[in-house]
């Protein structure tokens, strides 16, 4: 009997120093792993992602361009100076970009493309939805549409 104990004492035994080796293992790994790498790449995607959708935007109504592209912007002055460098100096929209940051203001054809947009949304709401859902469209026009019409506008144009 006392055989069997002493070899399950030896089974146990190392069972526990590989268990530790592998913890020891699996902590020097994740150690190793870069956790301001992977939320830099986290950011690199979501701008990339953001700037996609500010494209989509430029041809439907229903998106819109120019708050995607300042999200973009914003996740890549996170992720990769590069990128925010080449959409502060894009000649179509790195005017709004500049516009945003020195004073949150939005060019008035800025804000008639904005309010076009809405009333299109609101109309295609209203007019393929069923009632109770076709005032959401309406109601997020209105809000969105206040919200950016109340917004400075800059004061001189230098591009």
């Not at 708050?67 to 890549?76: K, Q």
């Not at 076009?116 to 007019?127: C, K, P, Q, S, Y």
């Amino acid at each position: 009997m006392r055989d069997v104990s002493g070899r399950c004492q030896k089974v146990i035994c190392s069972f526990a120093n590989a268990q530790a080796r592998f913890a020891a293992l699996a902590h020097n790994r994740l150690s190793d792993f870069n956790i301001a790498h992977m939320r830099r790449i986290g950011f690199l995607a979501a701008g990339w992602l953001s700037l996609g959708l500010g494209g989509i935007g430029a041809l439907l109504p229903i998106l819109p361009t120019v708050p995607f592209v300042l999200l973009a912007t914003w996740c890549f002055a996170r992720s990769s100076p590069r990128l925010e460098a080449w959409l502060v100096g894009h000649p179509l929209f790195g005017y709004h970009i500049r516009n945003w940051r020195q004073s949150g203001a939005i060019s008035r054809t800025g804000k008639r493309a904005a309010l076009g947009a809405f009333v299109i949304t609101g109309v295609v709401g209203l007019a393929f939805s069923p009632f109770p859902w076709s005032l959401l469209p309406l109601a997020a026009a209105l809000i969105g549409g206040t919200w950016i019409w109340r917004r400075p506008e800059p004061e001189k144009r230098d591009r």
